[in-house]
């Protein structure tokens, strides 16, 4: 092949790639936080579509003969990678979810604290829980399965082809749903506590009206909540792991 020919096809196909990557890159945990810096992302979507491209260019399409092909078939390939990476956003999401069911629980719905996940003020108990969380899936390599997802999407969502709208939808539907189920598995133990907490301060007050409830009970509310939250701790973040290991898993090739 000459290298007049050569050179434009390999340049159309990294791009090809990197408009998958850079897009999933884009909302990927860790990498697309607002924390991180615009061109430590950028050089982590060029590696990561300089090390992809020769696994997934026997299943690129020939390039499109006219302009608004090519800007037809890169805006297909963006918004793949928009999915994936949104999958992946709202599973991390599921904690600060949690921690707002929480916060509401053991009397910390008023603090508020940065939330790197969210990039804005949130619930002190998801900040952290998202922090966490964020620090799990890379010490448990789960951010591995989303790099394998993208590269088996290649498989599933073939470049070039028509975009399966309505399984994007369920697929999105579905892990909305898992997560509010998740969020509730984390905080049902708070819940208790707190719908026992305050029938408990309800007879009290009744009781002994003379009592300043609020200046007695919030404090005990507060220990007993951190104190619940500690113990659970651990098994809601292996909930969360197993939660969003399910949804990587889906998207890899049996």
Avoid at 132 to 152: E, K, P, Q, S
Avoid at 208 to 221: D, K, N, S, T
Wanted: aromatic share 12%; no cysteine; charged share 5%.
């Amino acid at each position: 092949m000459p290298f007049e020919l050569f050179l434009p096809a390999q340049f159309y196909a990294f791009f090809l790639v990197f408009a998958r990557m850079g897009s999933a890159a884009m909302l990927m945990p860790g990498v697309g936080e607002g924390l991180v810096s615009t061109r430590a992302r950028l050089t982590f979507a060029l590696v990561l579509a300089f090390v992809i491209l020769p696994m997934v260019q026997p299943m690129l399409p020939p390039m499109p003969a006219s302009v608004p092909g090519l800007m037809i078939l890169v805006a297909g390939e963006v918004l793949v990678g928009i999915f994936f990476g949104t999958l992946a956003r709202i599973a991390l999401m599921v904690l600060e979810t949690a921690g707002f069911i929480i916060s509401m629980q053991i009397g910390l719905a008023s603090a508020q604290a940065f939330n790197p996940s969210l990039g804005s003020q949130g619930s002190l108990p998801g900040a952290f829980l998202g922090t966490l969380g964020l620090l799990l899936i890379f010490a448990t390599n789960l951010h591995h399965l989303f790099l394998l997802g993208l590269v088996d999407s290649y498989t599933l969502f073939q470049p070039g082809q028509p975009l399966p709208a309505g399984d994007f939808s369920m697929a999105v539907t579905r892990v909305v749903g898992d997560g509010f189920r998740v969020a509730l598995q984390i905080g049902a133990p708070l819940l208790v506590l707190g719908v026992l907490f305050y029938a408990g301060l309800g007879i009290l007050s009744r009781l002994m009206p003379q009592l300043q409830i609020f200046f007695v009970a919030l404090p005990l509310q507060l220990m007993l909540g951190l104190f619940l939250f500690s113990l659970i701790l651990s098994a809601s973040m292996m909930w969360f792991l197993r939660y969003y290991e399910s949804v990587m898993v889906q998207f890899l090739l049996p």
